[in-house]
C-alpha cells in the first residue's frame, strides 16, 4: 500500500510493470533524481546509484542501508513492512586532488614506446566505447595487484597484446600514438562491495548499448570480475530495468594469471557462458599454486609424485627442519594447510633453497621450481603474462 509521507515524492510505484515497492525521495532532491534516471546510460556511478534504488523497488533486502556512490551518499530507510522505501542523496562532491591510489576508470595510452596513464588522469565516469583499436571493439582492463595505477597500466597493455593481438599487422595499430584502453584501477580493493558494483555497471554500461568489448582480467582482479558477474546472474529483474534485456554476447572475455575463489579455467569459462558472456581463454600461471585452483591442481599431483624423494640440502637443511619440514611433500603439507603467514616463511625460504633427490633428473617440473611459485607468490611474478 503506498502511503503519502510530508515533503516526499514518488518516483517508483508497486503498480508499474516489474516494480513491487514503492520508492520516495525528498521533494527537494527529485529533479536531481530525474536527472540521474534520464543521464545514467554512460556513467557507471548514476548506473551504480540507479541500480541500488530498483533493486530496493524489486524488494531486494540486501542493499546496504548507506553507501558512498560516486559523488553521492545513499541511505534509506522503510516502512515496517518494507512496502514504502524513503531515498536520501547527500552530495559529496570534493576537491580532493587525484593521488596515485585513487580507484577508477583511467584511459591508458600509448606514447611512443609504452602504456601510460597521462600525468595528472583524473578518473572517469565511464568508458570511451566508441573507441576501438582491435576487431572493432573498446578494449577494458582490470587489473590485480600493483604498487600503482601506473606500473599496471604498463604491465596490462602487455597483457592485452598477448591475450588479443596477432601479427605485426595488429601490434602496428595498437601501437599508434593516442590510441588507448580503458584501465579499472581498484587500488587492489579487490573485495569491496563498491568496486564489484561499480564493475556490474561498467559491464551493464556496456550491454545497454550493445557495444562491442573485449575484457582483459587479471589476477586478483579476476575474483572481483567473478563476484560481478555472479551478481548480474542473480539480480535478473533489477539489472533487466537498466538494460532492457539485451544480450552480452558481444563482450569477451580473456583472463590472465587469475587468482581468487572461483577462477579455475572451467568455473571462468561456465560463469560468462551463463551470463551471456563471450569466454575466450584463460592464460594461467603455472607457479602461482597458493592462488589459481588450476596451478595448485596440477602442482598437487606432480609432488604427490615425488612423494619423500625430495629433500632440502646445504644450510637450508638445517632452518627446514626447525620450520618442520624437510621434503617437498611436507612443504608441499604445510603450504595448504597453515595460515598465511606460515605459509609464506615457507615458500620465501624453500626459493633460495637446493632441492635434491636420489632421482633428481626424474622431479616434477614445480619441484625443480619451487624459486619460480616462491617468486610468483611472494614477488611479481604474477604481474607479468606467464610465458
Request: charged share 20%.
Amino acid at each position: 500500500m503506498s502511503i503519502q509521507k510530508a515533503g516526499y515524492a514518488q518516483i517508483f510505484s508497486s503498480h508499474e510493470t516489474g516494480i513491487s515497492h514503492n520508492v520516495y525521495i525528498p521533494e527537494s532532491q527529485k529533479a536531481s533524481w530525474d536527472v540521474i534516471k534520464d543521464s545514467h546510460v554512460g556513467n557507471y556511478y548514476e548506473t551504480t546509484l540507479l541500480r541500488a534504488v530498483l533493486r530496493l523497488a524489486v524488494g531486494d533486502k540486501t542493499v546496504a542501508s548507506q553507501a558512498n556512490i560516486g559523488d553521492f551518499n545513499f541511505s534509506y530507510s522503510a516502512s515496517a513492512d518494507r512496502k514504502n522505501i524513503f531515498i536520501h542523496l547527500i552530495s559529496t562532491q570534493s576537491n580532493n586532488s587525484i593521488s596515485r591510489k585513487t580507484p577508477g576508470i583511467y584511459e591508458t595510452e600509448w606514447d611512443k614506446d609504452k602504456w601510460i596513464i597521462p600525468e595528472g588522469s583524473a578518473p572517469s565516469t565511464s568508458m570511451d566505447l566508441k573507441h576501438s583499436w582491435t576487431d572493432k571493439a573498446h578494449v577494458s582492463a582490470i587489473s590485480g595487484k600493483f604498487e600503482n595505477k601506473e606500473r599496471a597500466a604498463r604491465m596490462m597493455g602487455t597483457h592485452i597484446e598477448k591475450a588479443y593481438l596477432k601479427g605485426s599487422n595488429a601490434l602496428a595499430t595498437a601501437h599508434q600514438n593516442g590510441n588507448h584502453f580503458s584501465l579499472f584501477w581498484l587500488n587492489n580493493e579487490f573485495t569491496s562491495k563498491e568496486h564489484i558494483q561499480s564493475l556490474v555497471s561498467m559491464i551493464q554500461q556496456a550491454q545497454k548499448q550493445s557495444a562491442k568489448m573485449k575484457w582483459l582480467i587479471h589476477g586478483e582482479g579476476c575474483g572481483t570480475f567473478v563476484q560481478a558477474l555472479r551478481f548480474i546472474k542473480s539480480n535478473p529483474i533489477a539489472s533487466d530495468l537498466i538494460t532492457a534485456q539485451k544480450g552480452m554476447s558481444g563482450q569477451d572475455v580473456f583472463f590472465s594469471n587469475p587468482r581468487g575463489r572461483l577462477t579455475g579455467k572451467k568455473d571462468l569459462e561456465t560463469l560468462c557462458k551463463s551470463v551471456g558472456m563471450t569466454f575466450v581463454d584463460v592464460n594461467i600461471n603455472k607457479n602461482d599454486v597458493l592462488f589459481n585452483p588450476d596451478a595448485r591442481k596440477d602442482a598437487s599431483k606432480e609432488i604427490m609424485k615425488a612423494a619423500g624423494a625430495v629433500s632440502f640440502t646445504g644450510a637450508g637443511a638445517h632452518l627446514a627442519g626447525e620450520a618442520g619440514f624437510d621434503t617437498a611433500q611436507k612443504l608441499w603439507e604445510m603450504a595448504t594447510s597453515s595460515p598465511m603467514a606460515s605459509v609464506s616463511t615457507a615458500l620465501a625460504f624453500a626459493g633460495g633453497v637446493v632441492v635434491v633427490a636420489g632421482k633428481a633428473a626424474s622431479l616434477s617440473a614445480y619441484c625443480r621450481n619451487i624459486k619460480g611459485a616462491a617468486s610468483s607468490t611472494l614477488g611479481k611474478g604474477n604481474q607479468s603474462w606467464a610465458a
